[in-house]
């Protein structure tokens, strides 16, 4: 089975643009979820999505916003980026058995100028 | 509230030494539990997970973790230290509802030669 895939990998943007990032999860899983990565903040979770439903929200301002298609593929759109928004972006698909670890995709470095 | 704390933020060891990274978790009902290993410039690898099944968990790449609910910790342990162990690791933990994880802010090993 293929991983988890996450489109692009680097991402370069200026203050005030918006970026969308992509998430293809593995074959079957429906659960995504989305975190930030930063230095002095760890892993923050920003929101999962199950069967195209958000479930779950962290507590980011509503800048950050995702949605899940009808295939289980995910975005997470930040619109008037801030030089603080540079981070990694992971996101984790979730299968429906009863062992529920998280699967990571390699991430998309976002450099905000 | 549900939530993890890693003790040690960097933990530096010898080739060869004991690792130990630890991990406690606060819980009202019963956990699921997990490491994670992460290097460079890459996404989250799953270790090892506790699913309520056996107290010790063995994990890939040699590490083990018990699970002590009397002590609500999880560490994680490696007999010799490998230069390739050198990376930072996530404790993280789920509780099967809704799916969100909570993770821990990570250890930074560093592994002396």
């Known amino acids: 089975k293929a991983g988890v895939t996450q489109t692009p990998r680097y991402l370069i943007k200026t203050r005030g643009q918006q970026v969308t990032l992509s998430c293809s999860p593995i074959?079957?899983?429906?659960?995504v979820s989305w975190y930030q990565q930063t230095p002095g903040q760890g892993l923050q979770f920003l929101f999962e999505?199950?069967?195209?439903?958000?479930?779950n929200k962290g507590n980011f301002p509503g800048r950050f916003s995702g949605r899940q298609f009808s295939n289980s593929r995910s975005e997470m759109n930040v619109s008037t980026l801030e030089l603080g928004d540079s981070a990694l972006y992971l996101c984790?698909?979730?299968?429906?058995?009863?062992?529920?670890?998280?699967?990571f995709g390699p991430g998309t470095r976002l450099t905000v100028l | 509230a549900q939530s993890v704390t890693q003790l040690g933020s960097h933990v530096s060891v010898s080739e060869g030494a004991l690792v130990l990274l630890r991990c406690n978790y606060s819980?009202?009902?019963?956990?699921?539990l997990f490491w994670y290993v992460q290097y460079p410039n890459q996404g989250l690898q799953l270790l090892l997970k506790?699913?309520?099944?056996?107290?010790l968990v063995k994990g890939i790449n040699g590490f083990e973790a018990e699970f002590k609910k009397s002590e609500t910790s999880f560490h994680l342990t490696k007999p010799s230290a490998h230069m390739s162990d050198a990376a930072e690791y996530f404790c993280?933990?789920?509780?099967?509802?809704?799916?969100?994880?909570?993770f821990g802010t990570g250890t930074s090993l560093t592994v002396i030669p």
């Open positions: 074959s079957g899983h429906r659960s």
């Open positions: 993280a933990v789920t509780f099967n509802t809704g799916n969100q994880f909570y």
């Open positions: 506790y699913t309520s099944a056996a107290t």
């Open positions: 984790a698909s979730t299968g429906t058995s009863s062992f529920v670890e998280q699967f």
């Open positions: 819980s009202s009902v019963p956990p699921y």
């Open positions: 999505y199950f069967s195209e439903t958000q479930r």
